[in-house]
C-alpha cells in the first residue's frame, strides 16, 4: 500500500543554519506530495505541495521538490529561525479515486538562538 | 468565520462520562476526518466520512461513535473512555474528486482530550 518515510527527530539546529528533512515515499502510480507543518498546540497547516514529478513547492523559504526516480520530497530551507520550531510532517495522496491523505510519522525541529 | 473549527479546545472527562466534540468547516467541502494524535506515535486515521456517508472506520474501538449530519459538521461521541484515550483529537476536511485531491487537507486546532 501507499506509505510515508520520514526521517526521525529531533532535529536540532542553530538559527540561521540550513535545514533538510527527508521524506521518500511508495504508491501505486503517481501521488500528489505535501509538507504540514504543526506549531506547538495547534493542529496541521498545509505548508506546500507538489502534484506531478518534477514540480518544486515553496513556502516561507521553505522548498520541496518532487523526485520521481528517487521517490523522495525532501524538505529544505536555507536558514531557519526560531520560530520554525515544530513538527514536520510529509504526506501523500493519490490523484485518482478516493483521495485519502496517507502520513508520515513526523519530525520534530527545535531550532536555538 | 472561515476554515474549520473544533470545539472545545480543551475538554477533561472521567471514564463514566459521556462528551461530544463538535466539528464544523466553512469551506464547502465534502468530506471530513476525525485523526487522533497520541505522544510519540504516529498520526491515526479513525473515520472518513464523504458526503455524509461514513466511508472507513479504522478498527476504532465502540466507545468513541461519530456522526456527520451534514456536509459541514461532524461530531465525535465519546463514553466510558480510558486513560489512554487521551490524546489530541484532530477533525479536518477536503473536496473530494478529480484533481481536487491535490489541494489536500484544511485541519482544525484540535481537542486536547484527557481522561481522567
Known amino acids: 500500500g501507499n506509505s510515508v518515510t520520514q526521517m526521525e527527530g529531533p532535529v536540532t539546529l542553530s538559527e540561521e543554519a540550513f535545514l533538510t528533512i527527508n521524506c521518500t515515499y511508495t504508491?501505486?502510480?503517481?501521488?500528489?506530495l505535501f509538507w504540514y507543518v504543526q506549531y506547538p498546540g495547534e493542529g496541521l497547516q498545509l505548508l506546500l505541495k507538489a502534484t506531478k514529478a518534477d514540480d518544486k513547492g515553496s513556502n516561507k523559504g521553505f522548498e520541496a521538490t518532487y523526485r520521481k526516480e528517487t521517490t523522495s520530497f525532501h524538505l529544505e530551507k536555507g536558514s531557519v529561525q526560531v520560530s520554525d520550531s515544530a513538527v514536520y510532517f510529509c504526506?501523500?495522496?493519490?490523484?485518482?479515486?478516493?483521495?485519502?491523505?496517507?502520513f508520515g510519522t513526523g519530525t520534530r525541529l527545535l531550532v536555538s538562538p | 468565520e472561515t476554515g474549520v473549527t473544533q470545539t472545545p479546545r480543551h475538554l477533561v472527562m472521567g471514564m463514566t462520562n459521556k462528551k461530544s466534540l463538535k466539528c464544523e468547516q466553512h469551506?464547502?467541502?465534502?468530506?471530513m476526518y476525525w485523526y487522533k494524535q497520541s505522544a510519540k506515535k504516529p498520526l491515526e486515521l479513525m473515520f472518513v466520512?464523504?458526503?455524509?456517508?461514513?466511508?472507513e472506520n479504522n478498527s476504532v474501538p465502540s466507545r468513541f461513535s461519530p456522526e456527520c449530519p451534514n456536509s459541514s459538521h461532524l461530531f465525535l461521541h465519546l463514553h466510558t473512555l480510558q486513560p489512554e484515550d487521551s490524546a489530541l483529537y484532530l477533525c479536518a476536511s477536503s473536496q473530494e474528486g478529480h484533481e481536487w485531491g491535490a489541494r489536500g487537507y484544511t485541519f482544525g486546532s484540535g481537542t486536547r482530550l484527557t481522561v481522567v
Open positions: 466520512y464523504s458526503l455524509e456517508e461514513r466511508v
Open positions: 504508491a501505486t502510480g503517481y501521488p500528489s
Open positions: 504526506a501523500q495522496t493519490p490523484n485518482t479515486g478516493f483521495q485519502k491523505l496517507v
Open positions: 469551506l464547502g467541502h465534502n468530506a
